[in-house]
């Protein structure tokens, strides 16, 4: 078989030896150098060109269905525990804990739950919206694991490596949220990005206030293109009497989307942690949806009425 391998990033270090082996199966192998952000960013264009018959796409479940055969291979990592008896004893007076990983650790779950337990602590796990695929599981884009139980939990506790994923599940709670991240051996409280992340996006609306061209940026990733919501943002906007238009690429690059200088801001619509994460180097405000609606709520009525849209 013709087969393209693609790895997130943390996983491309593993690239080769996965390539050998399929190799001296008697596959004929290629991997994907493109960066990969998640299964919503499958390389299906490069398989097709490449005419392969499969795409492997390693460390992500599936996100959404694609037309190319695509076989999804779970990576799990065994995170070591040493630190989570110290970080249950730091969580103090917080007794009923939303407890939340990523896909690599969901095996690893019940497991740091069972350590919670034993210190006394009694410990929820929540449900994705459904990208997501695992009870607890949390996603850049699906935090619901942690948002379904916002109003029955004390705190939130991340038990994996990084910020990202512990990020996007604090933004849309209201819990003390802490990580424990047992690759640095560190126990951390994160409550004060939260307090960050209002006042950015307060800021980015202010910045906004006199922006009269606006551009809409839709992805072609296969989990990420919304022309619907795009197309219904550009109406949106027309009728405040400012201008729009929808922009087009796979993955935006910000240094040269500041090329596109007519506009005064860009509404995304593509991965949501484009608008929240990483946009420092844009020149201009990237708005979610939400941002734009509160803008255009704070503007004077729609310019153009809804019937001469039509
Ligand atoms: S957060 Fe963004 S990159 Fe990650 S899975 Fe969701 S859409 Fe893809």
Redesign the pocket.
Known sequence: MKLLLQFPEGLKQFALKHARKLESEGHEVYISATPN??A??LAIDEAKALGADKLMHFGHAE?SKVDFPVEYLFYPIDAPLEIIESAIKALGKYNTIGLVTTVQHIHQLEQVKGEFEKLGKTVLIGKPYG?AKHQGQI???DIGSSATLDRKVDCHVYFGGGLFHPLGALYNTTKPFFAIDPFINKFLFLDGYREEHKKRERGKIMRSIEAKRFGILVSTKN??TNLNLAKVLKRKIELYGCEAAILVANTFDFDYLNNLMEFDAFVNTA???LTTDDNERLRKPLLSANNVMELLAMREGPKIAQKSQN
Do not use: H
């Open positions: 952000f998640g919503c960013d996100f990208f996603l850049g884009c989990g990420q991965c949501p942690r």
